[in-house]
């Protein structure tokens, strides 16, 4: 059954850079059909894709984020990472980590990780 | 890339059926059969419970069924039970590699 974690700071303070880690168990994250993805939620709102790499390394971000966003893959640890530069307090969240099947017929995210909350605070 | 419009919340007695909307434009919803729906309980990640508009992981019960029509896709929820309050949110791809969320409803079982 495949597992995702994710790993890091839960506190960050604003203007430096954000950087989480998600550990793939349960299967390999060099699979063809699977992307990687992270998704945030801030406190009481909604869901925001941020990105998604494939395990060769192809990168794809949220236009709105993608100046400060870098995703990266470490296909011998089986884990892909996140950092989120210059962050603000708007950059609180809880940050997801999922992988995104896909396929000729479709795609979607599926399984999840549990979240971890990473504040930004001085 | 906007989010995708959702009603805030929806309500419902156990026995019955709710839908959720989940409103986008042609350059996501309406342009591609790629519509997935996620639930949520408070503190915990979101579960896929429907994938390509219609489709239901194995596991998902049959009461959850999706459907789309032009930029508007919908989950219906059939045979309210308890255990299905909780905030749902659509998910759309809108090309190039790009994916937009919806808004979230809370669903209340009253």
């Known amino acids: 059954q495949l597992q995702l974690q994710e790993s890091g700071p839960g506190l960050v303070k604003p203007s430096e850079t954000l950087s989480l880690t998600c550990t793939v168990s349960g299967g390999s994250i060099s699979s063809s059909s699977y992307y990687w993805g992270w998704i945030r939620q801030p406190p009481g709102k909604g869901l925001e894709w941020i990105g998604s790499?494939?395990?060769?390394?192809?990168?794809y971000y949220n236009p709105s984020l993608k100046s400060r966003v870098t995703i990266s893959v470490d296909t011998s640890k089986n884990q892909f990472s996140l950092k989120l530069s210059s962050v603000t307090a708007a950059d609180t969240a809880v940050y997801y980590c999922?992988?995104?099947?896909?396929?000729?017929?479709?795609?979607?995210?599926?399984?999840w990780g549990q979240g971890t909350l990473v504040t930004v605070s001085s | 890339q906007s989010a995708l419009t959702q009603p805030r919340s929806v309500s419902g007695s156990p026995g019955q059926s709710v839908t959720i909307s989940c409103t986008g434009t042609?350059?996501?919803?309406?342009?591609?059969?790629?519509v997935s729906w996620y639930q949520q309980h408070p503190g915990k990640a979101p579960k896929l419970m429907i994938y390509?508009?219609?489709k239901r992981p194995s596991g998902v019960p049959d009461r959850f069924s999706g459907s789309k029509s032009g930029n508007t896709a919908s989950l219906t929820i059939s045979g309210l039970q308890a255990e299905d309050e909780a905030d749902y949110y659509c998910c759309s791809y809108a090309g190039s590699y790009s994916w937009v969320f919806g808004g979230g409803t809370k669903l209340t079982v009253l």
């Open positions: 390509d508009v219609s």
């Open positions: 042609s350059s996501d919803v309406g342009g591609y059969n790629y």
């Open positions: 790499i494939y395990y060769s390394g192809s990168t």
């Open positions: 999922a992988r995104l099947v896909v396929v000729t017929v479709g795609n979607w995210f599926d399984p």
